[in-house]
């Protein structure tokens, strides 16, 4: 799916000189996260009817899907036969939540964690902060997954981007984690493809005919936590990041979190 406007993708929101080391994950992954189709330009043919009663469909089709709790789907939907082509704002965290993105951004969570635990202790603990990212991923939302997020992405790029700081407890290790997750689709419907019985083509040509247009989707989260033991394999879980003040970045307000949390199972203790 593509768009009509190939703006550069949002800067990595924790990109910085820095003398931390980097770490990545195993897969390669893309450096540009645009997915072209072979769709013709937006208004590049007159519409015919066959265009024309597709599109007065789309508006109760989007009225439909709102008044059945799938708001995020008629969003998009609306977005696409209004027409502006501008860019379309998600928070990243809901289709996060669904099982296929959920488990691979686990899986470049544990694989920062792993990366960072090895140089941690071939350092002797010396090294201990580091700052992690990945390329631009794909992921595939299913109907069963979630209806509305299926109905409103089904497929999206994504890439990956924080700090790892792993402590001696006394024992293992701990770790702990604070990213973001960005996002972004090329949205709209490519010819020839189908789903479900249900043929894409329709919906492509009102694009070129100028009666809906192809647009981005783009978001950035805000700070993530997770947490896990050092040690390999080891399951992680998430952990809430405090909003972070105006004149404190993300990463300190989470070190701050951090260490009050240290202090108190200290306590507790």
């Known amino acids: 799916m593509t768009s009509p406007d190939r703006s550069t993708p949002p800067a990595t929101p924790f990109a910085r000189p820095s003398a931390r080391p980097l770490v990545r994950t195993a897969r390669k992954g893309r450096p540009d996260p645009s997915t072209p189709n072979g769709n013709n330009p937006f208004g590049s043919r007159r519409p015919g009817i066959r265009d024309r009663f597709f599109s007065v469909a789309l508006r109760p089709t989007a009225a439909a899907w709102r008044l059945t709790g799938l708001r995020h789907s008629a969003a998009t939907l609306r977005h696409y036969y209004g027409r502006t082509g501008g860019r379309f704002e998600i928070d990243p965290v809901g289709p996060l939540e669904t099982t296929p993105f959920r488990k691979v951004a686990d899986r470049h969570l544990e694989e920062w964690r792993d990366f960072a635990v090895e140089r941690w202790r071939r350092s002797g603990g010396v090294l201990c902060d580091f700052d992690a990212t990945t390329n631009w991923h794909g992921v595939r939302i299913g109907k069963n997954d979630n209806l509305d997020w299926w109905l409103a992405l089904r497929g999206l790029q994504y890439r990956m981007t ?7 407890d006394g ?29 894409f083509t329709p919906l492509a040509l009102l694009h070129e005919a100028g009666l809906a247009r192809e647009y981005t989707v783009v978001g950035s989260s805000r700070p993530l936590g997770w947490r896990s033991t050092a040690e390999p394999g080891a399951p992680g879980e998430g952990e809430e990041i405090p909003d972070p003040p105006q004149d404190r970045p993300g990463w300190e307000a989470a070190r701050d979190h951090w260490a009050v949390d240290r202090a108190g199972v200290r306590e507790r203790r």
């Open 162 to 168: 924080g700090r790892v700081h792993v402590e001696d």
């Open 171 to 199: 024992g293992a290790g701990d770790v702990r984690i604070v990213y973001r997750v960005e996002v972004y689709k090329d949205w709209g419907f490519d010819k020839g493809e189908d789903e479900y019985g249900l043929s």
